[in-house]
């Protein structure tokens, strides 16, 4: 039997916003698998070593690109639970933010995902120059690329604005959340930070999206 559209909506908000630390799962286990592998100072011929195989790959496609995209649907879930509660002020600038920083992820992640082993294997066939076109994805001017996506935080910190002046959230759950968003973007080269900001974010993932679900079965709107 189909339910009212404000029950179906929430039904979505709550199986939505469990993508949230599912992406922060894959991210945390992504960053473990490529720990200190390309573009922080690691040996030319050790970068290339990591790069060439097959786990790096496979830790940036479900640690980076799968990740980026669990956590927009887990965005767009946030969305749905604020739309109603908070200021569309906040939570519409908020998605535009996040979808618009998603995209230009998405774009920097697959070149960095692709070409990065491709640049390694031909390091490895003799071409010294390889590894150091690949650094240069991480820092100025071609890092430029990666800049956008600092929409992302932005978006989330206006999520996390929105969920403190809006709803009963533990304000230590949105406190988690925001500073985990900035620790995992911020654009140095140290890779234990966004490290640290993996696990953060994997706890007040779950803890947000426990809270929030917890919410709409007592106050569904």
Known sequence: MIGSPAANADTLVRVGILALPLGNALKLVGNLGTFNSVGYGVPAAAEAAVAAGPGYFLGNLAGSITSVLFGLFGLLALFGFLVRRASRRLVVPALVCSVLGTGFTLAALGVITYAIPALAHAYQA?????????????????????????????????????????????????????????????????????????????????????????DLVRSPR
């Open 126 to 214: 003799g071409n010294p120059a390889a590894m150091t076109v690949a650094d240069g994805f991480f820092v100025w001017p071609w890092g430029a690329m990666l800049y956008p996506a600092v929409l992302v935080p932005i978006g989330l910190v206006l999520f996390c604005t929105a969920l403190w002046k809006s709803t009963t959230v533990s304000r230590a759950a949105i406190v988690a959340v925001a500073v985990s968003s900035v620790l995992i973007s911020v654009p140095v080269p140290i890779h234990s930070i966004r490290l640290a900001g993996g696990v953060l974010g994997l706890l007040a993932g779950v803890w947000l999206a426990g809270v929030v679900r917890r």
